[in-house]
């Protein structure tokens, strides 16, 4: 079939960072300055960030996934103990409940969103004593924010604590039930939260992660466990101070600090997380009106307010069939995920195929195409005019 007219200057990934020149400033004075780490910038970046999502803390930290092992640790995850997460993740957000030795258990989705079903989880939670479980790691999945309210009422029934993984949706929001928008991480609901700051999502810092909590003593034991176990705070010590040298280290905690000029690229891409969210919200009504009815697509969980599309995830019968397509014309989509059940190593703990029906029907169909903030109307239509073109070729409808 022939090229469509408008030909992209550029590959077309499913998502890429936008440096701008206020970034590389702000990234060079922070080179210049007297500290690279450990220094104001990570506290300035944690003040700002908190304000941002409406939470009391935050804590900088080296990725979402450090972010995830520190919350786990935090919160006393041991050999043992049994942690709920979902399937359609990245591995992290059940890999932290391994670092510490604890059991994942998995609940299916919903597959109209892609998040865990919240209805599979107390079904889970009923079908064993009270105190079996933990904990429960719900993940706003795609930028689609938990409806964390009902999450928190569950949690508190079941005696689980909450951590939310936020990763995917800096920006985003619920609204609970007195019709009030619930931004993502805000601390209402969950007892942490976490955010990656990959180069893919909403704030690029190369690598980088946050932590967000309303808990002042989880707050106070997160910096501590980020910097080795290490305190200074000389009103905590167990033995008398001995000069402005000393510090303790009162637990085993790990090396995951953000550096000074991370956390200042994070706060010139805090300033503009609005006007990026914004765009993001923008092309995903463009694709949604240009998908509303095609034959043989399904958009997973288009229009849903508080949306905060990291991804935007089509849903099609041949989906190896048009990923080769699009990557022919230089549109590099992605799949997102894997079910985490179905990975080797999680099959050595016993799981199997089949175990979550609706997660793997989800992974079988589902395709991430192209959504940044400077992704332009012409590259994103030239998407939809592939995918149209894929599509009206003859392939089979969506099963």
């Not at 300035?44 to 803390?57: D, H, I, N, R, W």
């Not at 909450?162 to 019709?179: K, L, M, Y």
């Not at 990656?196 to 932590?211: D, L, Y």
Request: include cysteine; glycine fraction near 8%; proline fraction near 6%.
């Amino acid at each position: 079939m022939p090229a469509p007219a408008f030909l992209p200057s550029r590959p077309l990934p499913y998502g890429r960072q936008n440096i701008t020149a206020a970034d590389v400033a702000a990234v060079t004075e922070a080179l210049q300055a007297d500290m690279l780490t450990q220094g104001p910038t990570v506290a300035a970046f944690e003040t700002a960030f908190a304000g941002y999502v409406g939470s009391k803390y935050a804590v900088a930290v080296a990725n979402g996934t450090a972010a995830l092992h520190l919350c786990a640790l935090a919160l006393n995850v041991q050999p043992g103990q049994r942690v709920i997460t979902s399937p359609i993740t990245f591995a992290a957000s059940a890999n932290c409940v391994r670092y510490c030795g604890g059991e994942v258990q998995f609940a299916d989705i919903d597959p109209n969103t892609g998040l865990v079903d919240l209805s599979l989880v107390r079904r889970l939670l009923e079908a064993h004593p009270k105190g079996y479980f933990s904990g429960f790691i719900p993940v706003d999945f795609a930028g689609l924010a938990v409806d964390l309210e009902a999450a928190r009422a569950l949690a508190d029934e079941f005696g689980l604590w909450i951590i939310e993984d936020s990763c995917h949706a800096p920006g985003g929001f619920f609204i609970d039930s007195q019709g009030q928008e619930q931004r993502c991480g805000n601390g209402r609901f969950a007892n942490l939260a976490i955010f990656s700051f990959h180069p893919v999502k909403h704030i690029a810092t190369g690598e980088g992660g946050m932590i967000t909590t309303n808990d002042e003593a989880l707050y106070r034991r997160l910096l501590r466990l980020r910097t080795h176990g290490i305190t200074r705070e000389a009103a905590t010590f167990a033995h008398p101070n001995e000069g402005g040298w000393y510090m303790e280290m009162q637990e085993l905690g790990y090396n995951y600090r953000l550096p000074d000029f991370n956390c200042a690229l994070g706060l010139s891409q805090l300033q503009r997380a609005g006007a990026g969210l914004a765009r993001r919200r923008e092309l995903a009504a463009r694709y949604d009106a240009a998908f509303a009815q095609m034959p043989g697509l399904q958009v997973l969980a288009p229009g849903r307010p508080g949306h905060a599309y990291h991804l935007y995830v089509i849903q099609i019968a041949d989906r190896k069939g048009l990923y080769d397509f699009l990557k022919n014309r230089q549109i590099f989509a992605q799949v997102h995920y894997i079910p985490v059940h179905r990975m080797p190593y999680y099959e050595s703990l016993g799981w199997r195929v089949g175990d979550f029906p609706l997660a793997e029907k989800y992974y079988a169909n589902c395709l991430s195409i192209p959504l940044f903030p400077t992704l332009t109307n012409e590259e994103q239509d030239y998407v939809v005019t592939c995918v149209t073109e894929f599509l009206t070729s003859g392939n089979a409808a969506l099963n």
